[in-house]
């Protein structure tokens, strides 16, 4: 606990510092003249300098959209007497944002003899968007990993050439979206991590899924090069039919080396323009990133510069003048990828489908990615987000990912969370976000010890989640909650309340006797999937495959003892229940009571059908 406060930049030493700390905190709302952010609900009006003690009221004054000038009536003042300074009393006056503020980021600015102040006043909706008709219609669509989703033009892995048409055709088979895992930037150089929910920055995209051949570019090289690009494609499709593990490494090596020709490619005025106007937009976190990822090619695993890696304002100028153009290959590599993902979810509602694209939203970043270096001032260093032990994991977990800071975070206004949301919506017509019980509270494991040891700090979550509601609303985004694990029972409920939909698990939904949970007993404001991305894929759940998977050597012992009575008590014909309850229903291959092997096309992978509403038929 100590360590989780020190991590929070509360002094936390013995017993005396501690109550040193408490006293500072009480002392905080009389510090600062108004606090860096106060998120409210559309219609509701706040106190933005309200202390959070009981205090005696002050008269109203004043409007946020004026001013007071000098010699106005401030009302009458409340006063508090600071705890860790020379004895002296603080006064305050007090204003009331009004309810009629329309959504969105406002500013607010306070100034008094020599002093002057200035914060964010957030006005969020009550909910987030779900328009009537998806919950009427009642949705359904599929799942994919993208980097297995290879055609004959991909590179070894699946790329946003292959998400476009993947969408199309899931439209045409009648899906109103696609689920695909995060889209989020890995590193520059190889090795490359393999998993997806260890990004390196959640607010940019993975160049591994550019496809090379659709960046308009390559027409204009000379047709020696445009041979020999092709001849180099050559070798990564080969990999496509391979049925062995993704070689991310080879494949990036491959890449990348074709995107260097065509970014020294000439671009036409129009290009060149939109090229500016992404940098533009996208500011100093563009910047910061590309930064980063120059700075990681050019030092490939060997220790960066102290100076860099603390990033020290002028080294890192510095760098940035002398490396301009790896600075600049890399915002434009972005770039790339985001018109190929916007194309993707062009196609997808071109098509007919009426969300389109589902993107996921990582819980975190790797400790040494470009998220840590470049926004370390509001994360907490020394600490790990992870999960307590449970039935699942009799050790807990620690996902190795450094967590928000709350305090640094309020600080910073959320700013630094919004810009995440922003990257996460903006080509989206639905956003899963993974584990937001974490924007509620986060099991913290402290830097050498064991998961058994964290402890739980809890988040605003009030302002986290109105946050999100209101990027979501400006985008016309859905949002869905992943809302499995260790949660306090009102949680689901509140998400419900503000317009995010939960998630509903057919493989864990269980009756009182363990057999499979009917879907019309599910719970409404739900997506509903047969499988989730860590856990066996449909067809091979369907077939049993997981359980000799589990009694492999370091498979859980709790895991293959239930997996032992499933597979063989359950149906007294052998079936598992879940293929037994498909086949009763005439949803088998053999129909009611089919005893046939899952259908071919059931066999793509993680693809499985859910709908954004829960009551299933």
Same mark, same amino acid.
């Given at each position: ?7 929070? $930049?509360?002094? @936390?030493?013995?017993? &005396?510092?501690?109550?040193? %700390?408490? /006293? +500072?905190? !009480? #002392?905080?709302?009389? *510090? ?125 892995? $699946?790329?946003? @050439?292959?998400?476009? &048409?993947?969408?199309?055709? %899931?439209? /045409? +088979?009648? !899906? #109103?979206?696609?689920? *695909? ?142 490396? !301009? #153009? ?292």
């Amino acid at each position: 606990m100590r360590a989780a406060l020190t991590a929070m $930049g509360v002094a @936390a030493g013995d017993d &005396d510092v501690c109550r040193g %700390s408490l /006293a +500072a905190l !009480a #002392d905080l709302p009389w *510090v600062r003249v108004v606090p860096p952010v106060t998120v409210v609900r559309a219609g509701q009006s706040a106190q933005p300098a309200r202390p959070r003690r009981p205090w005696r009221p002050c008269r109203r004054h004043g409007d946020p959209r004026g001013r007071l000038g000098p010699g106005a009536d401030a009302g009458s003042t409340c006063w508090w007497s600071l705890a860790r300074s020379a004895p002296r009393l603080v006064g305050r006056a007090t204003f009331e944002i009004p309810g009629d503020l329309p959504l969105g980021w406002h500013r607010v600015e306070a100034a008094t003899t020599g002093l002057r102040a200035r914060g964010y006043v957030v006005v969020t909706p009550e909910r987030a968007p779900l328009p009537a008709r998806i919950r009427a219609r009642r949705p359904w669509g599929l799942a994919a990993q993208l980097y297995s989703v290879r055609s004959e033009r991909s590179w070894g892995i $699946g790329d946003f @050439a292959d998400l476009a &048409d993947l969408g199309a055709l %899931s439209a /045409a +088979a009648g !899906a #109103d979206f696609l689920q *695909v895992n995060p889209l989020h930037a890995t590193e520059p150089v190889p090795p490359i991590e393999p998993s997806p929910y260890l990004p390196t920055s959640r607010r940019f995209l993975s160049p591994l899924y550019i496809r090379v051949e659709d960046i308009p570019e390559v027409a204009y090289l000379p047709s020696q090069q445009r041979a020999v690009l092709e001849w180099e494609a050559e070798k990564p499709r080969r990999m496509n039919a391979s049925t062995d593990r993704i070689d991310r490494d080879t494949v990036w090596r491959l890449k990348s080396a074709a995107l260097e020709k065509i970014y020294e490619a000439p671009r036409p005025a129009g290009r060149q323009a939109a090229f500016e106007a992404f940098c533009l937009r996208e500011g100093h976190a563009l910047e910061d990133f590309a930064t980063w990822s120059s700075i990681a090619e050019a030092h490939r695993g060997v220790p960066w510069p102290d100076e860099l890696a603390s990033r020290l304002p002028a080294a890192v100028e510095a760098w940035r003048e002398e490396h !301009a #153009d790896r600075v600049l290959y890399h915002a434009w590599l972005q770039w790339i990828c985001d018109e190929q993902v916007g194309r993707a979810q062009h196609a997808a509602t071109a098509s007919g489908m009426d969300i389109g694209l589902m993107t996921d939203l990582a819980v975190g970043v790797h400790p040494q990615g470009a998220d840590a270096w470049s926004l370390g001032r509001v994360l907490a260093s020394g600490i790990a987000v992870g999960a307590p032990p449970d039935m699942y994991n009799q050790h807990g977990q620690s996902w190795s990912q450094p967590p928000w800071q709350p305090r640094a975070l309020e600080q910073a206004a959320y700013l630094p969370f919004r810009d995440v949301v922003r990257a996460a919506v903006r080509h989206a017509g639905a956003l899963r976000i993974d584990h937001i019980l974490g924007l509620f509270r986060q099991w913290w494991v402290p830097e050498g010890h064991s998961p058994a040891d964290g402890v739980y700090v809890h988040f605003d979550h009030e302002a986290l989640i109105g946050i999100l509601a209101l990027e979501a609303e400006r985008a016309g985004t859905i949002v869905i909650g992943e809302d499995l694990g260790t949660l306090e029972p009102w949680v689901s409920d509140y998400l419900n309340a503000r317009g995010l939909l939960g998630t509903v698990v057919a493989l864990f939904e269980k009756q009182h006797d363990g057999s499979p949970t009917p879907p019309e007993h599910y719970r409404a404001d739900a997506l509903v999937s047969v499988t989730v991305h860590d856990l066996p894929p449909t067809a091979a759940y369907l077939a049993g495959e997981h359980i000799p998977v589990r009694k492999e050597p370091g498979a859980d012992r709790r895991r293959r003892r239930r997996d032992r009575h499933v597979r063989g008590g359950a149906c007294s014909d052998g079936r598992l229940p879940a293929r037994a309850r498909l086949d009763d229903r005439g949803l088998g291959r053999g129909g009611p009571r089919g005893r046939g092997p899952p259908p071919r096309h059931a066999h793509a992978g993680s693809a499985d059908r859910g709908g954004p509403h829960g009551r299933g038929r």
